[in-house]
T-cell receptor, first 114, second 111 residues
Framework: GAVVSQHPSRVICKSGTSVKIECRSL??????MFWYRQFPKKSLMLMAT?????????EQGVEKDKFLINHASLTLSTLTVTSAHPEDSSFYIC??????????FGPGTRLTVT | QKEVEQNSGPLSVPEGAIASLNCTYS??????FFWYRQYSGKSPELIMF????GDKEDGRFTAQLNKASQYVSLLIRDSQPSDSATYLC???????????FGQGTRLTINP
């Protein structure tokens, strides 16, 4: 399967600050990347679909002005959590589509907002 | 009704036995079905995908799909303690590109 990296793996930030999370496809040119969020003991919830060179498509209930997504190249998508609050603390995971329909996930970024 | 449903468990199986995980889905037009394994604190790892009715085997894992009954299952033969994890069923609904996940089944293999 495709290899996906994320950076950072863990981040702690103060309430009101912004945090940027990078997702890289290391061995595959990904025209589409996906961003998920997972709260403890819950399943993955899709936040948005990131398309290279165009605007991301956000799921219902996800604020696009709060969660800024940039997919500037075929190997890099970034998610910026703006004005983070404690309720944004979660496990953020990106994935890429493997050419057919399966998705391969990055290792995730654990965000803690204090 | 949730789009993808799984028994949250926990499901306990003795080492060496067969673990059976089940999943039902609501969109009859769904075409693609996936099983992911997620260890605690880690991201999901793709185990198998299945597109056609019937069984698909890969090592100790067998995925079974029954589109008429709208269920997909995963069998793990010769269960090992390292198989202890949460197993996520995911479906791509008709006309969609995105995965829809079930809530996951927590599996524990007892030595």
């Amino acid at each position: 399967g495709a290899v996906v990296s994320q950076h950072p793996s863990r981040v702690i930030c103060k309430s009101g600050t912004s945090v940027k999370i990078e997702c890289r496809s290391l061995d595959f040119q990904a025209t589409t990347m996906f961003w998920y969020r997972q709260f403890p003991k819950k399943s993955l919830m899709l936040m948005a679909t990131s398309n290279e060179g165009s605007k991301a498509t956000y799921e219902q209930g996800v604020e696009k002005d709060k969660f800024l997504i940039n997919h500037a190249s075929l190997t890099l998508s970034t998610l910026t959590v703006t004005s983070a609050h404690p309720e944004d603390s979660s496990f953020y995971i990106c994935s890429i589509s493997g050419g057919t329909y399966e998705q391969y996930f990055g290792p995730g970024t654990r965000l803690t907002v204090t | 009704q949730k789009e993808v449903e799984q028994n949250s468990g926990p499901l306990s199986v003795p080492e060496g036995a067969i673990a059976s995980l089940n999943c039902t889905y609501s969109d009859r037009g769904s075409q693609s079905f996936f099983w992911y394994r997620q260890y605690s604190g880690k991201s999901p790892e793709l185990i198998m995908f299945i597109y056609s009715n019937g069984d698909k085997e890969d090592g100790r894992f067998t995925a079974q799909l029954n589109k008429a009954s709208q269920y997909v299952s995963l069998l793990i033969r010769d269960s090992q303690p390292s198989d202890s994890a949460t197993y996520l069923c995911a479906v791509i609904p008709q006309g969609a590109q995105k995965l829809v996940f079930g809530q996951g089944t927590r599996l524990t293999i007892n030595p």
